[in-house]
């Protein structure tokens, strides 16, 4: 067992970590931005839309094109990919686009297959995330990255940085049919890996992963403020919040 300190508080008689992936140790606005981009790109030549309604639609998807960020109150930031499926459905019929949920859904898809060509273009690592996993690695702590993006995905971010050993299970978006705020992802990766949820830490850097990790019995949740959100908000959901896991001493 280790226990984590931080300045201000201290988590005791731990034995697994899971960690979300994007924004927790995956830089998101360089890795999401490109993503909503290509999404919209799409959408545009699909529907022979204007393409003056690129960065508006962008910003539907929670991306700002000036700033190169994602938003903190967008739904990219908030949501599973489904839900912001059916919310971005209804964001094109309000500008008059004729499309259904499995239009778009389709659409993801090949935007996905297209992105994941390319992705390692788009994919740079949170140095002191990836710090922190190794050091607990290293203490014999079990780890699993629970995450909304695809497994397929994933693994091909772990084996670009050569990271496959980093973690004892990854659990996708494909790996169950419940959202990952549902708690089901985050049981799955508990079953996998024989880890109890009482003596299991949570580690995300948004509130979906604090309801996540709560809905599948984990009571203890580190949101970090290396994503979408700003520490201040982060604490609303979760007592134990950090601004870089730098800050955090395993004992």
Known sequence: MISLQAPDWKLENI???LFDKDGTFIDLHYFWGKMSEMRVEEIIKRYNLSLDLFEKLCLKLGYDVSKGRMLSDG?????SRQIIIQIFCKDLKSFGVDISESDLETIFDYVSDMFYKDMVKYTKPIDSAIGFIKNLREKNVKTGVVTSDSVES????????NWENLFDVVIGRESTKETKE???PVKLALQKIHANPLTTV??????????AA???GVDRTILVATGQVKKESLSESSQ???NSLNNLVIL
Do not use: C, E, Q, R
């Open 214 to 216: 709560k809905n599948a």
């Open 182 to 184: 549902s708690g089901v």
């Open 154 to 161: 994933t693994m091909l971010t772990l084996k670009h940085f």
């Open 15 to 17: 034995d697994t970590v």
């Open 202 to 211: 949570m580690v995300g850097d948004a509130p979906m992963d604090y309801i």
């Open 240 to 242: 134990y919040t950090l």
């Open 75 to 79: 739904i990219t930031a908030l949501y």
